[in-house]
């Protein structure tokens, strides 16, 4: 894998590479990202999906990497960690220079308050210890609105020459020691920021290396996603308010109550057309938002005070303008042409208001021009090859087909094939894994089970799923499709076995994994994050149980319009899309039973469809080579053999 990295580095090209837990990927690719940044005087970005990740190369494989490849490069390389201003805390905010006030305050209750004041008044005293002013770096956490009181966006920042505490800035401070770096790690939002919006956060690259890249498409898609709510409507015409003429605000203002009333009327779903009422709704606040704009007119250089309010103000200004022309302008094409899906969503409690959201069709073509056209990229992961093919993602990140023209025997020239200098040259490797999967795993269908249905699980399913667990003396990882199903299966299960089982909302996620990992009879069950986020080597860990093939939900607005709109183009609209969110899912969920040589288990899938329907052989190809039985009284011995 190193030798690949290297060659791609070289050469310009790109590279994806499959490299299974345990394959030492990231000292793969730090060791010629270093290399290569020292030599050149140029710098490397790597980008993680997760902070877990990002933590493990800052603080474990960097330092020692550095120290040992010091003699052999001349001098010791430098490394630094860069996320969005978002993470860091604002001094200018935190002295109390900007007046803000906590947005859609009227929802807010007086214990919320009192809660969140507590949580503020933790933050202030934390300022004057902390050294990196990074969020993460603050155990335990705050609430995200907490937060939003001590931080500020890209666009609310004064910048580093205007702001009177500039020279204290976080941020500015992080930014710096990234500008000194042969290595900057960052995360998948912010490169994609720096990519696709053209904020140059990011030190100048000429390499990018993504790790966790089976992530990559729905982090830029979260990027690329705008929501707008009454709420930050009102919030807008508050902060201008104090700003501009009264009469412009309370336009904006009459505009914020005006959504409101009309999307409770809306349907949740993904909108097919904009209803007149609703475009109406949302011309009001374009159009109010940009009298606001234009009230505010140009920075007084002399105003300093009156400069931070101005910005915050027009931050929450632009979003709320740029998100309701967007929203607009999502109708304007015929249906196949449009290239953005809108949905409004709502909690059948209201909860939380009514929201719309504008979201991408497809990230392909931006990463292809904004992300692989200037740079050489590598996209890693354990999970890339899917159905045996990397092409499957390749087309989701905007790749052509990796098949590539090759020369005849005893052809006459020894020139390259002519190719397309506009067309992205790729190629996928798969490195393998260090584990022996066959000898080590079994994949057990549960083919004689009836097929999910959609009320909670069936009966079946949980007796199967009590007599594997007890099989396996506990030490059992439950990933469900929904949290309902897991807590119906830990609650059910709880009647049924002995061995203890968390479920996740019982407590912090990371405490719970701790608790399944310290004592092996327990059993540990939950959703989305579970699938992607355990690392538990040892016998704590020697059952992953998955109820269903994760396809997303039917009702899923994003993924049901990109599948139609395949569909409509002549694909297989299902398959490219469900079948590969599944296949993805499946992958990572199933990498969780072997994390180190001496690991032994069984991954249980009770949806019998992975082996009866169609599509069953591309999820099974997407899946570490395991054994595989359908035989439940073959997998029951067999986890009660590991245990003896």
Known sequence: ?????????????????????????????????????????????????????????????????????????????????????????????????????????????????????????????????????????????????????????????????????????????????????????????????????????????????????????????????????????????????????????????????????????????????????????????????????????????????????????????????????????????????????????????????????????????????????????????????LGGSFDTLGRQWGLPPSSTATRAEGAATEKEVPSDASVPRWTGIDVGSPFEHQRSGILYIARHLPQPGRDGLPEEYLTELAELVQAAGGRTLGLFSSMRAAKQASEELRKRIEQPILCQGDDATGQLVKKFAEDVETCLFGTLSLWQGVDVPGPSLQLVVMDRIPFPRPDDPLASARQKAVSARGGNGFMTVAGTHAALLLAQGAGRLLRSNDDKGVIAVLDPRLMTARYGSFLRASLPPFWTTTDPAVVRSALERINT
């Open 1 to 385: 894998m190193a030798e690949a990295v290297a060659h791609t580095i070289d050469t310009g090209e790109h590279l994806a590479v499959q490299a299974g837990t345990g394959t030492g990927k990231s000292l793969a690719y730090l060791v010629p990202a270093l290399r290569h940044a020292v030599a050149a005087e140029a710098t490397v970005v790597v980008s993680t999906a997760t902070i877990a990740l990002q933590r493990q190369l800052v603080d474990r494989d960097l330092p020692r990497l550095a120290k040992t490849l010091k003699p052999l490069l001349g001098r010791e390389p430098r490394f630094a960690i860069l996320k969005g201003r978002r993470n860091y805390l604002c001094m200018h905010k935190i002295h109390g220079e900007i007046d803000d006030e906590p947005e859609d305050n009227a929802l807010f209750d007086q214990f919320a308050i009192s809660a969140m004041g507590r949580q503020v008044k933790r933050l202030h005293e934390w300022s004057s210890e902390t050294e990196t002013g990074d969020r993460d770096e603050l155990v335990p956490g705050v609430t995200d609105q907490a937060w939003r009181q001590v931080s500020v966006t890209a666009k609310e920042c004064l910048g580093v020459n205007k702001c009177p505490v500039g020279v204290d800035c976080f941020a500015e401070r992080a930014r710096g020691e990234a500008g000194k770096a042969d290595v900057v790690v960052t995360n998948h939002a912010l490169l994609a920021i720096d990519a696709l919006e053209g904020y140059k956060v990011l030190p100048e690259h000429d390499v990018v290396i993504i790790d966790e890249a089976h992530d990559l498409v729905d982090r830029v898609t979260s990027v690329a996603t705008n929501e707008l709510t009454s709420g930050m409507v009102g919030t807008a015409a508050r902060r201008v308010g104090r700003l501009i003429d009264q009469d412009v605000a309370d336009r904006l203002a009459e505009a914020a109550d005006g959504l409101a009333l009309i999307m409770d009327d809306v349907a949740s779903g993904r909108l097919e057309s904009l209803p007149k009422p609703l475009a109406g709704a949302l011309a009001a606040v374009r159009d109010a938002a940009h009298a606001c704009i234009s009230a505010l007119g140009p920075e007084r250089k002399e105003d300093l005070d009156g400069t931070a309010k101005r910005k915050i103000a027009l931050a929450s200004l632009d979003e709320v303008h740029d998100t309701a022309y967007r929203l607009l302008g999502a109708f304007e094409a015929p249906e196949a042409e449009r290239r953005d899906v809108v949905w409004l969503s709502s909690d059948w409690e209201r909860v939380r208001p009514p929201s719309l959201h504008v979201a991408p069709l497809s990230v392909g073509g931006l990463l292809r021009e904004k992300l692989f056209g200037p740079r050489s990229v590598v996209l890693t992961s354990a999970t890339l090859a």
